[in-house]
């Protein structure tokens, strides 16, 4: 069983930066993609970024291009999301989570998650 642990949420006023990092319980091996989603109130968690196993490979969702990025540091067995010019709907629990196979079968496991609030 892999644990992960984010941190680095907080209250931020709007057009401000916050790094969340996500560390896991122990390194994978395997090809694997870390990602963050969110949670608003409300609503459904939705896909924030992905980094694939070497970090080059990377995907955003449309609402955070050219604002958030996703950096991963295998030796370390961390994920972080830097977030810059915050908006009041970046508004949201933040989840870590992990894909990978092993015995055929897909591993998917969450963060507990990080509440992360833009206000003034």
């Known amino acids: 069983q892999v644990q992960l642990v984010e941190s680095g949420g907080g209250l931020v006023q709007p057009g401000g930066s916050l790094r969340l990092s996500c560390v896991l319980s122990?390194?994978?091996?395997?090809?694997?993609?870390l990602g963050w989603y969110r949670q608003a109130p409300g609503k459904q968690r939705e896909l924030v970024a992905t980094s694939g196993s070497t970090g080059s490979r990377t995907n955003y969702a449309d609402s955070v291009k050219g604002r958030f990025t996703i950096s991963r540091d295998n030796a370390k067995k961390t994920v972080y999301l830097q977030m810059n010019s915050l908006k009041a709907e970046d508004t949201a629990i933040y989840y870590c989570?992990?894909?990978?196979?092993?015995?055929?079968?897909?591993?998917?496991?969450w963060g507990q998650g990080t509440q992360v609030t833009v206000s003034s």
């Open positions: 989570n992990l894909k990978f196979w092993q015995f055929g079968s897909l591993r998917d496991y």
């Open positions: 122990e390194s994978i091996s395997s090809i694997n993609v």
